[in-house]
């Protein structure tokens, strides 16, 4: 793993984040399904995104990258359900993202970018937990 690649991992894991922030907030704003709690986490839950591509962006810069501003293909969806099942795949997508990354940047010896990814992979497992849940009520 070349510093180039693992900053390269960051930026994916960017574009991952700015995807489902977006996402989120959109199956947000379009939810039709009388459960409104959903709709009210989707919103909370995009918030969080954001905050993710922050934190890892102001994370690539110290680290001399520059953030990418192109987010991975986002997949809104339109019935409740398909939209919950498209989340909880993606929330699995960033868990086996993030595990990668803290195992790349522990063995660089970069402390700071492995316990940045353990916080954020802890709420990714909080979020696919919480989708898992609420495809049930769906
Ligand atoms: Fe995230
Ligand atoms: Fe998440």
Do not use: C
């Amino acid at each position: 793993m070349s510093s180039k690649e693992f900053l390269e991992k960051l930026n994916k894991a960017i574009a991952r984040e700015l995807q489902v922030s977006i996402q989120y907030m959109w199956q947000h704003v379009s939810w039709k399904h009388p459960k409104k709690e959903i709709r009210d986490e989707l919103k909370k839950i995009a918030i969080v995104e954001m905050r993710h591509a922050e934190d890892i962006a102001e994370r690539l810069v110290e680290l001399g990258g520059t953030p990418t501003t192109k987010p991975e293909e986002i997949k809104v969806g339109e019935e409740p359900a398909e939209m919950i099942e498209r989340d909880v795949r993606d929330e699995e997508g960033a868990i086996k993202l993030y595990t990668e990354i803290i195992e790349d940047a522990e063995k660089l010896g970069d402390e700071a970018t492995a316990n940045l990814f353990k916080k954020i992979l802890e709420e990714e497992k909080k979020h696919r937990e919480y989708f898992m849940k609420a495809l049930k009520q769906l």
